[in-house]
């Protein structure tokens, strides 16, 4: 879907928002629309499920305080990355991918006033949360091939795209 000028302009404006998987999708019960934006409030994922099972799209109540979406995580899970995103912030690592040292992790406990084992062990949390997710990201098969490809020089495109192709 190409987003243009007057559908951002649309969306901004509206005071509900439809999930991107139910884009296009017509609504068949219209009496039921109220009810789940009303329950997507208190429990979304009960309302994402109930308009799944009636093949409704969900419309949901838009922020405009905030004006963005954002996906609810456990609060340990947010707690532990934000303590983490602070901890990057004052250049104690270079990035997420950069495990955190635990001298760093004591002196920065020391500055916020935290206890500074839980607040190591929160550091590596997340940084084990952040390089797991690179390994569980799904590849195509393409993507397999092109890494066995470069790791042992093979070439496995089948027969007819090997083929050279003459136009004299």
């Given amino acids: 879907m190409k987003l243009t000028k007057q559908k951002l302009e649309q969306l901004i404006t509206e005071e ?9 999708k017509p609504t068949n019960y219209p009496e039921y629309a109220d009810k789940l934006t009303a329950l997507a409030k208190t429990d979304p ?5 109930l308009a799944d099972a009636l093949g409704e799209p969900l419309d949901i109540e838009f922020d405009k305080i905030s004006s963005h979406m954002s996906i609810p995580r456990p609060d340990s899970e947010k707690n532990d990355f934000d303590l983490h995103m602070d901890f990057l912030l004052e250049d104690h690592v270079s990035s997420f991918g950069e495990e955190p040292d635990m001298q760093e992790a004591y002196t920065f406990a020391q500055k916020k006033g935290l206890d500074p084992q839980e607040t ?10 952040v390089m797991l997710r690179h390994v569980n990201q799904k590849r195509t098969e393409h993507d397999r091939n092109k890494e066995l490809e470069d790791l042992y020089g093979f070439d496995l495109r089948p027969d007819w795209m090997k083929m050279e192709l003459d136009f004299d």
């Fill in 16 to 24: 509900y928002v439809r999930r991107i998987a139910d884009e296009g």
């Fill in 45 to 49: 994922a009960q309302a994402r499920e």
């Fill in 120 to 129: 190591y062990n929160s550091l590596m949390r997340n940084y084990k949360r």
